[in-house]
């Protein structure tokens, strides 16, 4: 082990002092001494061996010890109990710029965060703004910085995939000299994490050096990694790779589909070409080996395969080749199609937003009802609210109410599911409720068997009209309760529960693989912004992406319902207890 490998660990063991509150003296003690290996030219395993490892200023007794015991072994007894001694990840978060081990402390022991992931969705959810040492703008500089070390990783969340793409792709689809662009790949396909943004654009020959050029300049870039004569790759300033692919026009429609994918249902559908004696490459449709079959439109290609026309989403070799051979394709669920929103968060809990104002935003984004959906008492970081809250809660909701036209607060909660699977609220004050949200927050490390049986059992709760958030994942920052959802979405059908697919790009759960499931099971989904803000209400679409990627059309989803079937349908269960 060479000086900076133990300076690192000695620089580690000092965040993790201060991360355990301990005395701070003791922490700067293992900071200067890191700082002092680095700065001496000697060996360290020769100044451990002369013994010289003594005299050096500011390294007493124990530290010299422990240096010994790490140049000699590799290995460090104190280092590996404390670090065993708190959760791993709360030292990745040091990563994060101007995010010290006092913050963290903070979040950890307060807020209970463990991960990046959390984090981040702590500062969406507005839960850091009133912690002491924080407030609203620190929280905006927390996640500029997870943004930041996020740069480089894997994936991306959908999102911000989406928002690195569009300059691009606007700046392209603008310029006079393009015929065709498209983004394809995983973002077209509302995949809910992308590796990397494929762009295709026609144009006439001559003008592919000049679109090529249009593009690798474009102050979006960074680095260009290739620049060829029909394709250039680049890094974005984003830290997501982009691809641009230049082809003639009458090419666009094979090449969409091809960089559309998935590979999977490009795969598949090669097998169905060869099939019916066509073959399908990179470079169009073609019969008798080297014939091109012209295709305009996607729609062009997939008819002469005798197919109708398959939507980007479905396209993950899931059953849709198949579909659209017999005619049933599904007629996917548009955001149109939402006419209330449900689970959204106010001032009354941890929302930055007042009731009014979220309700009034709801309304004028054309919709006819604003599910309130505060925290209940147990989640106190959340400011949840007591029963006495609540009471004082709906009385303000019946104020509002008055004043709309045409439109109505209704009355939610998104109330705990307890570790043993009860509810956060004695009977009576679920029933002041118009409808009930039943989410997990806590304890989201059980055994797959114990986690499925909690979440089953508040599901045989007749107040809970909505299961929340099923798994509690965070995308890519913490995977969740791993549920038996074939048993979760059988006891929805038989309980009359209707499964939340939770529109926060950060959760995107239900998962759309298991929609499929929840639609031949009659299950209703609800598709919910979880908004903490008024702008939280735009994550809508990213819900419908999801929906549209489970096969999901307008009757499957319980937010579609108008606000009299939707006050209805709530009615109707409390009625039958
Ligand atoms: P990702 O990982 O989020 O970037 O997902 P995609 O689907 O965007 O994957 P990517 O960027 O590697 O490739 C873009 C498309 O190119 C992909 O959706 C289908 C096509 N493609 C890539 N590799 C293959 C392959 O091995 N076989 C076939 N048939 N198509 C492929
Ligand atoms: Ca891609
Ligand atoms: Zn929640």
Redesign the pocket.
Known sequence: MDKTQVAAIFEEIAVLLEIKGENPFKSRAYERAARTILSRSTDIKELVETGKIHEIKGIGTALAEKIGELVATGRLTYYDKLKASIPGSLLEMTAIPGFGPKKIKMVYEVLGIRTIGELEVACKENRLADLAGFGAKTQERILRGIEFIKKGKE?FLYHH?EEAAKPLFEALSNHPKVIRAEV??????K?E??????IIASTREEDVPQIMEFFTTRPEVDTITARGSTKSSVVLKRGINA?LRIMPDDKFATILH??????????A??GLAKKLKLKIS?YGLFRNDDELIPCKEEADMFAALGLAYIPPEL?EDNDEIEAAAENRIPNLVEGSDIQGILHCHSTFSDGANTIEEMAVATKELGYEYFGLCDHSQIVVYARGLTPEQVKEQHARVDELNQKFDGFKILKGTECDILNDGTLDYADDVLNSFDFVVASVHTNLNMSPEDATNRILKAMQNPYVNILGHPTGRILMGRQGLLLDMHRIIDAAAEFNVAIELNASPYRLDIDWRYCKYAKERDVLISINPDAHSVSGLQDMRYGVGIARKGWLEKENILNAMSLEKIESYFKMKRNKM
């Open positions: 994936r995939a394809c790949g995983s973002l077209r396909r995949k994490t992308v590796k990397d943004i494929d691809d091809h960089f559309t994918g998935s590979a999977e249902h490009n795969t559908m090669r990179e396209r």
